[in-house]
Structure formats: structure tokens, C-alpha cells
């Protein structure tokens, strides 16, 4: 069965970086875009960044300006999204998720979800 | 501010039924095919609605999606308890060149 199992929470100071991993299982690695979502606590669903596991080809939210990195590693099926120069609005849950068929799909699998918390 | 709007709550009883909108424009509504996803609290969201009407296997035939124009509705008919969750809308915005969500919609069931 499919499955995306994200890493665990993290805890990070204003200005540091964080490294969000996403294995996959349970079908092809690369017939589908993982997408990256985040949600703000109390608040709606925002979407990071999307990324191309057949080519590694990326794009993100203009809004982040160029904080966030995705990247993929194809032997283990796993994604990972770095986001760098962390400010206290980066604070939520950030989810994977797999389009269902081409890009601009509807997510059909999702991860369980990863906290980043931004304190001093 | 979303994209895509939506009624921040909308309420029933059980066995009646609840509509929930979601308007967009001609670059992603318009253009593109639109999604639903139920959240519960602390849970990750679940695909209910796809490509404006289909439900994914397992999703009970009580929730229905459509669209018209900007505009899209799901409706949740016979309603249950279990269905008190939050609901997001999402579609493909051509000029944006992503996906736009709705802020969501809290279903009560009183």
C-alpha cells in the first residue's frame, strides 16, 4: 500500500535551517509529484513547493523567496524539503503529499505530518 | 488571505444537509478541476472529493462535489456525527502556476 512516512518533530532556532524527510513506499518513486504543505497552528493549509522525482525538477511558493529545498533521494524513495533562515511565521505542521495522477492533481496520499517549532 | 474562499463554518443536525462553497476565479476555479480534503483535528488531510466530482474509493456516497463557473460546493447529505471536521477546497491556479486552498470550512453537527 502506498505510504509516506515523515521524520520526526523539530525544534529550531530563528535563523537556522530545517531538514524535513518523506519516505515513500507501496508504488513507482517516480510517476508522481510530492508536493509539500504546510499548516500554521490554528490555521488553513499553505502550499511550500513541489517537486518532480523522475527529474528532480522543483518549484516553490514565491512567498517563501527562495528559502525553501527539495530534493530527492531515488535509491531510498525518500524526499526531503530544507528550509533555511527560519522565522517564528514558520512555525506549523509540514505535510508531503502525493498528486494523484499529473502535477496539478489532488493529493491523494499524504504524510503523517512533521511539527517545526521556531523559538529562541 | 486564501485564494479560494469559503464559509469558515457551516452546521447541521444529523440527517440534514450541509453545503459548503468555494469561490475562485478564471485562472484557477474556472480553468482547473477542484479537490476537497477533510481534516480532523491533529490528522493529516484526506483526498473526499477529486476532479470536481469523484469520490475516492472508501468515501461514502454522502458527499458530493460540483461546479459551476468560479464556483465550487461540496455537499454532505444525510449528515453524521462523524463528519464534524474541517473542510479545504483546492485547484490548480494557472497564473500562479500552483495550487490555491480555500481557508477552509469548520462543519459543526449539533
Known amino acids: 500500500q502506498v505510504q509516506l512516512v515523515q521524520s520526526g518533530a523539530e525544534l529550531k532556532k530563528p535563523g537556522a535551517s530545517v531538514k524535513v524527510s518523506c519516505k515513500t513506499s507501496?508504488?513507482?518513486?517516480?510517476?508522481?509529484?510530492i508536493h509539500w504543505v504546510r499548516q500554521a497552528p490554528g490555521q488553513g493549509l499553505e502550499w511550500v513547493a513541489m517537486?518532480?522525482?523522475?527529474?528532480?525538477?522543483?518549484y516553490s511558493a514565491q512567498s517563501l523567496q527562495g528559502r525553501v529545498t527539495l530534493t530527492r533521494d531515488s535509491p531510498t524513495t525518500t524526499l526531503y524539503m530544507e528550509l533555511s533562515s527560519l522565522r517564528s511565521d514558520d512555525a506549523a505542521v509540514y505535510y508531503c503529499?502525493?498528486?494523484?495522477?499529473?502535477?496539478?492533481?489532488?493529493?491523494?496520499?499524504w504524510g503523517q505530518g512533521t511539527l517545526v517549532a521556531v523559538s529562541s | 488571505q486564501s485564494l479560494l474562499t469559503q464559509p469558515p463554518s457551516a452546521s447541521g443536525t444529523p440527517g440534514q444537509s450541509v453545503t459548503i462553497s468555494c469561490s475562485g476565479t478564471?485562472?484557477?476555479?474556472?480553468?482547473?478541476?477542484v479537490n476537497w480534503y477533510q481534516q480532523f483535528p491533529g490528522t493529516a488531510p484526506k483526498l473526499l472529493i477529486f476532479?470536481?466530482?469523484q469520490r475516492p474509493s472508501g468515501v461514502p456516497d454522502r458527499f458530493s462535489g460540483s461546479k459551476s463557473g468560479t464556483s465550487a460546493s461540496l455537499v454532505i447529505r444525510d449528515l453524521q456525527i462523524e463528519d464534524e471536521a474541517d473542510y479545504y477546497c483546492?485547484?490548480?491556479?494557472?497564473?500562479?502556476?500552483?495550487?490555491?486552498f480555500g481557508g477552509g470550512t469548520t462543519v459543526s453537527v449539533l
Open positions: 503529499a502525493r498528486a494523484s495522477n499529473v502535477a496539478t492533481s489532488g493529493f491523494d496520499f
Open positions: 507501496g508504488y513507482d518513486f517516480t510517476a508522481n509529484y
Open positions: 517537486i518532480n522525482p523522475a527529474t528532480g525538477g522543483t
Open positions: 478564471a485562472s484557477n476555479i474556472g480553468n482547473s478541476l
Open positions: 476532479n470536481d466530482l
Open positions: 483546492a485547484a490548480w491556479d494557472d497564473s500562479l502556476r500552483r495550487p490555491v
